[in-house]
Nanobody
Framework: QVQLVESGGGLVQAGGSLRLSCAAS????????IGWYRQAPGKQRELVAN???????NYADSVRGRFTISRDNAKNTVYLQMNSLKPEDTAVYYC???????????WGQGTQVTVSS
């Protein structure tokens, strides 16, 4: 079982920055890929960025160059640094982890990010 707790969302003006954190209850070596998804009102949930055990990162085209994902295995935490935020980044951001064995997927409760114009 993996529990994920997100933090760091909030309200920011366009052009500003936020950093999201996701603390995993399981030791990270049990987690293969961990990342962030987002869902805006009326839209499907979409991948924002993820990082695998080897440190390889993957970004959505819409955030590449503005967002940076990183993981701290010692703290069992993954971060999403979001810079140059735009109103279209407004969404609920969810942390997602996929385990090494069995490929089970777990979700956090979500954190709201609102970017005002």
């Amino acid at each position: 079982q993996v529990q994920l707790v997100e933090s760091g969302g909030g309200l920011v003006q366009a052009g500003g920055s936020l950093r999201l954190s996701c603390a995993a209850s399981a030791r990270t070596f049990r987690i293969n890929v961990i990342g962030w998804y987002r869902q805006a009102p009326g839209k499907q949930r979409e991948l924002v960025a993820n990082i695998n055990m080897g440190g390889t990162t993957n970004y959505a085209d819409s955030v590449r160059g503005r967002f940076t994902i990183s993981r701290d295995n010692a703290k069992n935490t993954v971060y999403l640094q979001m810079n140059s935020l735009k109103p279209e980044d407004t969404a609920v951001y969810y942390c997602n982890a996929v385990t090494v064995f069995g490929g089970q997927s777990y979700w956090g409760q979500g954190t709201q990010v609102t970017v005002s114009s």
